[in-house]
């Protein structure tokens, strides 16, 4: 099992950039696949970004293709999330969480999740 923290969050404008960090502990990543997603009150939790443990294989929600990128850094043991040109819609809850290898976009094929960072996007 990996412990997760993320990191990053905090109250920003439309049109602002934030990144996210998730630093992992317990055992390394470099054999995990990782995935970002978020939940917004009310609403079910859902898939934001992922990308495979070498990094060469990437995904994207279509409402984030474009302004959000993920990467790692293995030797640090830390996955990011990039966020550009925020907008209010994007107001949720991130959880970065890992699985084995092969980057997936359903929730429930992560095993490992941590405690989710609050990014809020003000219009």
């Known amino acids: 099992q990996v412990q997760l923290v993320e990191s990053g969050g905090g109250l920003v404008q439309a049109g602002d950039s934030l990144r996210l960090s998730c630093a992992a502990s317990g055992r390394t990543l470099s054999t995990y696949a990782m995935g970002w997603f978020r939940q917004a009150p009310g609403k079910e939790r859902e898939f934001v970004a992922a990308?495979?443990?070498?990094?060469?294989?990437?995904l994207y929600a279509d409402s984030v293709k474009g302004r959000f990128t993920v990467s790692r850094d293995n030797a640090k043991n830390t996955v990011y999330l990039q966020m550009n040109s925020l907008k209010p819609e994007d107001t949720a809850v991130y959880y970065c969480?890992?699985?084995?290898?092969?980057?997936?976009?359903?929730?429930?094929?992560?095993?490992?999740w941590g405690q989710g960072t609050q990014v809020t996007v003000s219009s």
């Open positions: 969480a890992a699985r084995p290898m092969v980057p997936m976009v359903q929730s429930t094929e992560y095993d490992d």
């Open positions: 990308l495979s443990w070498s990094g060469g294989s990437t």
